[in-house]
Structures are given as structure tokens and as C-alpha cells.
């Protein structure tokens, strides 16, 4: 290739360069719904849309095995699949599991990640229908393709939000993020070490966030059950202000977003402090939380107030012009123009 036309990578980021690549690519067949661009394809199969996503996991970018047990791993890797299909307002159904293993991997090894995979499985109700495994020269990687359906008339694109629209979030923000922080911390403090002790008493919580994650679907079933469709949604992968920077775009809106109304938990607040991190830093920008952001028009604010726990309204819906920011107790508004996890 011309070396004088190269582009880094680096440039572009993950989603430009996403858009970059497809950008000429049409659909050709009448049940493609909905290409790249959402948290997962969208195929029209008559009554029902089907949605299919695809999530890569590589050892040494996405998952560290010095500390992440094989177990956690696959049901963590389940959890990531299904999240996308949640984030369409769907219902995860199958999902093919594809594996590139190298020689450092026993078949006892291979067996208790799937048996990680089974216990998501089980738990969301999902079928491993199928998959790849293959020999990789060097580590782990994890591909996997979720499966899932919704209504019709149910869909959530992240293209819907409007003004004045209520904006919600799932759980609390940044757990995941300081636990990853803490697992570095204590592998730096332990390397070499023949018997490593490393201190996790009371971070429980966070290292739960970050090594076994959940999905928020009982939110979407209270939702449903109460007739609440939201009009924008994606799931919180990247981080809250990258995310929302998405639906943003997607939507030609704009959005406030209230800085005291961000909830970040009481682990998170304290690693942060003793790692000398802004904790609202944590929040917005760490990622892998896998709650889901989404939008409501704010004539269902009192049904919404009315489900209870679960979730948590941060902010609204603003004309396009008026950008996308953070307000501070005081009034002020910080623009958001963090690119969250790459």
C-alpha cells in the first residue's frame, strides 16, 4: 500500500473508523432492517424483528487471566452478548461461541470457562447453539454472537430521543472501572510474588462489577410491564459520557446531564479516593459497566418514579444547538467531549 496515504488507527478511534469502513455498504436484502451503527443488527422475520449482535474479547486488551478467573470470564462474555440485545429493548435467545485457544490452555482449563458460560446461560435463558474453536498462536479470544427478538412495535434504536425527553440510567456508575484499577494495583504489588495476598476485603462490590457484571433486565421488564418504551437506549460499554455522546448524534440532539445526580456507589467513591481518581471521572468515562442509558418522554415521568429502584433519571433532552454538557451544583456546564473507554 501507498505509505504517503496511511492513516493510523489512532486517528480515527473505534467508531469513526467503524464508519469509515461500512460506509458504502447498502443493504442488498429487503429484511435488513437496520445495519451497522446500533448495539446490534436489526432483520426483519416476519411478526418479530431478529437481533444479532457480535462482541470480540481479546486476552491483554480486554480481560487480564492474572486475575480474571476462567469461570467469571465466561459468564462475563455471555453477559456482554446479551446486553446488546437488552439495549434494543429485545430478548437475548441463542448465542455461538467462537474460540481461538493457544497451547497454554488445558481441556480442564476449557471447561470451567464454559462452565461459566453455562451459568449465564442458564441465568438469562439463552441456548448456546453453536460456535468455532480454533488454535491461536498467542492467548484467548473470545467471539461472541447473540441471538435475540422483539416486537416490532417494542424496537429501541439510539435514534429516537427527543427534546425534553427524560434521561435514565440503570444501577450506578464507575464500579467496574475502580475495580479494574484495584486488580492492576494489587497484580503490580504482587508480581513475582510466589504466594501473592493481595487486599480485596470490602472492595467485594466493585471487583463484582468489573470480574462478573449483570445485566439490568428486570428494569426492562418493569418497563414493559408498565407499558414504557423508551425512544433511545444503548448499553453503558464505554462509558456514560461516550455513550450519551452517541444517542446524541444518533438522535441530532442535544442533552444536560446533572452532575449530583450521577449515581456512583460508596466503594467507588472510596477506591477512588485512595487511588487519587476524580470518582465523577470514573463515571463517566471508565466503561464496562453494563447498565443501559435510555431515554423517556417526560410525560411517563410519574409512572417511571412509580417502578421504585433501578433507575435513576440524571438529566434530559436538549435542542441540538445547546451541545451536550454536564451541569454542576452551581449552575455551570462542562461540555462533554470525553471519548470514554477505546
Known sequence: MDEKKRTEISELGEFKLIDRLTANFKPIQAT??????????????????????????LEGIDFDLVYTPLRHLGYKAVVAGCSDI????????????????????????????????????Q?????????????????????????GSVDKEKIVYR?????NDLIC?????????????????????????????????????????QLKPESPRSVLEALDHAGIVPTAMIDLTDGLASDLLHICKQSQCGARIYLDRIPIARQTYDMAEELHIDPVTAALNGGNDYELLFT????????????????????????????????????????ITAPGWK
Do not use: W
Not at 41 to 47: C, E, K, Q, S, W
Not at 159 to 163: K, L, M, N, P, T
Open 123 to 147: 441465568t438469562y435463558g439463552v441456548d448456546l447453539a453453536g460456535g468455532d474453536t480454533t488454535a491461536s498462536v498467542n492467548g484467548l479470544t473470545i467471539s461472541i454472537t447473540t441471538v
Open 86 to 121: 437488552y439495549a434494543m429493548n429485545g430478548t437475548p435467545r441463542q448465542l455461538l461461541l467462537g474460540l481461538g485457544v493457544s497451547a497454554k490452555f488445558s481441556v480442564e482449563h476449557l471447561e470451567e470457562f464454559y462452565a461459566g458460560v453455562q451459568l449465564a446461560c
Open 296 to 335: 423517556v418522554p417526560i410525560s411517563r415521568q410519574e409512572e417511571l418514579f412509580k417502578l421504585g429502584e433501578g433507575i435513576e433519571v440524571i438529566g434530559h433532552i436538549t435542542e441540538e444547538r445547546t451541545g451536550v454538557a454536564l451541569t454542576t451544583p452551581d449552575g455551570d456546564d462542562i461540555a
Open 169 to 209: 440510567i440503570t444501577g450506578d456508575l464507575g464500579a467496574a472501572y475502580m475495580g479494574l484499577h484495584l486488580l492492576e494495583r494489587e497484580k503490580r504489588a504482587y508480581a513475582g510474588s510466589d504466594s501473592p495476598q493481595p487486599q480485596f476485603q470490602g472492595h467485594e462490590y466493585i471487583l463484582g462489577r
Open 159 to 163: 435514534s429516537g430521543a427527543h427534546v
Open 32 to 57: 435488513s432492517v437496520r445495519m451497522a451503527g446500533d448495539d446490534a443488527a436489526v432483520i426483519d422475520t416476519g411478526n418479530q424483528y431478529t437481533l444479532v449482535s457480535t462482541d470480540l474479547l
